[in-house]
């Protein structure tokens, strides 16, 4: 069995924005403008689990949306970016902004399980 573990710090991994449901407008103040419009193209309302790759330019991911819920889905469901982790591509991403009431470390050891 391969250990899963935290790749290093790395300007190159693809920013991944945990996003609560009635909170996605106001990404557009973190998330780059262009996620937040394709998001709103795409029908993504960061429900519980949901995952949105934005496209980049050059064909790659731009960045990566992962639906929290709503801030009551956050308080009560744990290991809630565990579910976003299984549904991505393989590579490295790190968290680039998170809502008030994420809490790092639950997320750390959801992604992980």
Do not use: H, Q
Not at 86 to 97: E, V
């Amino acid at each position: 069995m391969t250990a899963l573990t935290f790749a290093a710090p790395d300007d190159e991994a693809i920013p991944l924005d945990p996003t609560l449901s009635e909170g996605l407008a106001e990404r557009s103040i973190l998330a780059p403008s262009e996620a937040v419009d394709w998001a709103v193209t795409t029908g993504f309302r960061a429900a519980a689990g949901e995952v949105l790759c934005v496209p980049g330019a050059a064909g790659g991911i731009a960045c990566v949306l992962a639906g929290l819920g709503s801030a009551r889905d956050l308080a009560r469901k744990r290991f809630v970016l565990g579910a976003a982790r299984a549904k991505l591509p393989a590579g490295n991403y790190r968290i680039a902004a998170a809502p008030e009431g994420f809490e790092a470390s639950e997320a750390a050891l959801g992604w992980l399980l």
